[in-house]
C-alpha cells in the first residue's frame, strides 16, 4: 500500500525541532531570539535601527540578523547603530528557516549577546510557518499597508506575539483606520498588543525593546490561540 505522505508538513516538523534545539542552546548562554516579520517596505529597518540604537545607549547586547533575496542594503544601515550585524542572502528563498539561523550563528554571534533581533526576508507568508527558534515573534505593518491587512495574512498576523503598526505619522494622509485595523487583528488573534509606532515622531520608541527584554525575564507573553491549537 503507498503511503502519502505530506512533505510541507514534513518540512515544517523538522524546522520545529530544530528551532526547538536552537531555542535551547541559545537560552543556555542567556540569548533572547526575537523574530521580526512584515511585507516590503514596512519600515523594518529603521524601526530596528532605532532599537538598536537605544540598546546600546541602556548597556544592553544586542546583536542583528538580517535576512534578504539581494543586496546588503539593510544591514549596512543597521550597522551604523554600533551592535553586531550580519546580512544573509537568501538567493531567492523566501523565508530564513532555523537550520540556516543556526550555521549564519555559528561562530559569529558575541557570546554575550542577550538579545538577537532576526529581521526575516520582506514577505508575509513564508516565514509565518518556519519557527526560528524565537521567544517573542512581532509583525509589523505600516499604516499604508491597509486595514485588512490581517485578514489576508491570518498565518502571520494569527501566530504573532506582538503587533506593531509603523508609520503612524502618516495615519492621517492614509485615511489609516485603527479601529477597523485592530478589530481584524483580534478577530485572527484575540487578546495580542497591538502599538502604533513612528520612527519619525518617536512614537513608541524602546516600545519593542522592552517588550523584548520581557521575554528575555521570561515574563509574560501572548500565546496564539492559533499557536495552542497547533501544538
Known amino acids: 500500500m503507498c503511503r502519502v505522505v505530506d512533505l510541507q508538513q514534513a518540512v ?8 526547538d534545539v536552537l531555542r535551547t542552546e541559545l537560552a543556555a548562554r542567556g540569548t ?10 514596512s519600515g523594518k529597518t529603521a524601526l530596528l535601527e532605532r ?9 544592553i547586547a544586542a546583536a542583528a540578523l538580517t535576512a534578504d533575496l539581494a543586496t546588503e542594503n539593510d544591514a549596512t544601515r543597521l550597522s551604523r547603530s554600533g551592535v553586531p550585524v550580519k546580512q544573509v542572502l537568501t538567493d531567492g528563498l ?14 559569529w554571534l558575541p557570546q554575550d549577546t ?10 508575509l507568508v513564508c516565514p509565518a510557518s518556519y519557527d526560528l527558534g524565537e521567544s517573542l515573534r512581532v509583525v509589523l505593518a505600516s499604516v499604508t499597508e491597509g486595514e485588512d491587512k490581517p485578514l489576508k495574512y491570518p498565518t ?3 501566530l504573532a506575539q506582538l503587533v506593531l503598526v509603523t508609520k503612524a505619522d502618516l495615519a492621517g494622509p492614509a485615511e489609516f483606520d485603527e479601529t477597523a485595523f485592530r478589530r481584524n487583528v483580534q478577530q485572527v488573534n484575540p487578546g495580542v498588543e497591538v502599538q502604533l509606532t513612528s520612527v519619525r515622531s518617536a512614537r513608541g520608541a524602546g516600545l519593542l525593546l522592552d517588550r523584548a527584554l520581557a521575554a528575555a525575564e521570561g515574563r509574560s507573553v501572548h500565546a496564539p490561540v492559533m499557536a495552542r491549537a497547533q501544538a
Open 94 to 107: 523566501c523565508h530564513l528557516e532555523a537550520d540556516m539561523l543556526a550555521g549564519h550563528l555559528h561562530n
Open 12 to 19: 515544517l516538523a523538522k524546522n520545529a525541532m530544530a528551532a
Open 114 to 123: 542577550r538579545l538577537l533581533f532576526v529581521e526575516n526576508v520582506g514577505n
Open 156 to 158: 502571520a498576523f494569527g
Open 51 to 59: 532599537e538598536l540604537l537605544l540598546a546600546r545607549e541602556r548597556g
Open 32 to 41: 533572547t531570539v526575537v523574530n521580526l516579520l512584515s511585507s516590503p517596505g
